[in-house]
């Protein structure tokens, strides 16, 4: 099943609010300025086309959320979702999520992580390119609070297994949970696009959660 080409986005949408690029962050992190109010902050990793972004927005609206997206097509059109939803809870960040990570995001400032299907690499030589990497693990551990949560799940049965080792070599992370596969009540009721895609393809879905001590 590919990929859908996407949609263009109305001219007229005003994504000052929901779009943001690395010159727009505050300094020092300050994520009061950024949503314009004081919230827990959870932050998605590769937001892709923003289905997680804005369902979680949507359903939780006392909490903020960022979703960090590398490619500028996918986080526009993520935060037309936003825009066209009216969800002033949630951001799109067009940078890298390991150097915010690495340089911007304070220690135990995170209710959750979410990193959902990010890129495999597939050939061994470019393993070292993969997001769920030793320092990006020790990063998220570093800016999670306490009961903090961290999710992830990949379509990647080799990448699961090699990133749930890693966790567990390098941080103290309680886990992993056990996340159940519920039923879709809708065409969009899923985590992202790429779980629906898989699922509907007949794949399996790998999921954990992570909880700070």
């Known amino acids: 099943m590919g990929r859908r080409a996407l949609r263009k986005i109305d001219p007229a ?5 929901y779009f943001k690029v690395w010159d727009d962050l505050p300094r020092p992190w300050d994520a009061a300025k950024l949503f314009e109010r004081v ?17 979680a927005a949507a359903g939780m609206t006392q ?11 996918y986080a526009l059109f993520a935060a037309a979702r936003l825009a066209r939803g009216g969800l002033t809870n949630a951001v799109v960040l067009n940078a890298n999520a390991e150097r915010l990570f690495a340089e911007l995001l304070p220690d135990n400032s995170l ?20 997001v769920m ?12 609070s306490k009961n903090g949560t961290f999710h992830f799940w ?8 090699a990133t749930l080792a890693l966790i567990a070599a390098q941080t103290a992370l309680v886990g992993p949970l056990e996340v159940a596969e519920r039923p879709a009540v809708h065409d969009l009721d899923y985590r992202t696009h790429f779980e629906r895609r898989t699922r509907l393809g007949g794949e399996p879905v790998y999921r954990a959660e992570f909880r700070k001590r």
């Not at 949408?13 to 609010?17: A, E, G, K, Q, T």
């Not at 992580?113 to 993969?130: A, I, L, Q, S």
């Not at 990497?133 to 999670?144: A, G, M, P, S, W």
């Not at 990949?154 to 297994?161: E, G, I, L, P, Q």
């Open 13 to 17: 949408l005003d994504l000052s609010r």
């Open 39 to 55: 919230a827990p902050l959870e932050v998605e990793v590769g937001s892709g086309k923003g289905l997680f972004l804005h369902s």
């Open 63 to 73: 909490h903020n959320f960022l979703g960090v997206e590398i490619a500028q097509k």
């Open 111 to 130: 209710a959750a992580v979410h990193v959902y299907f990010p890129d495999p690499w597939w050939k061994k030589r470019h393993h070292k390119r993969r």
């Open 133 to 144: 990497n030793e320092r990006f693990l020790q990063h998220v551990e570093r800016t999670l």
């Open 154 to 161: 990949t379509d990647v049965r080799d990448y699961f297994d």
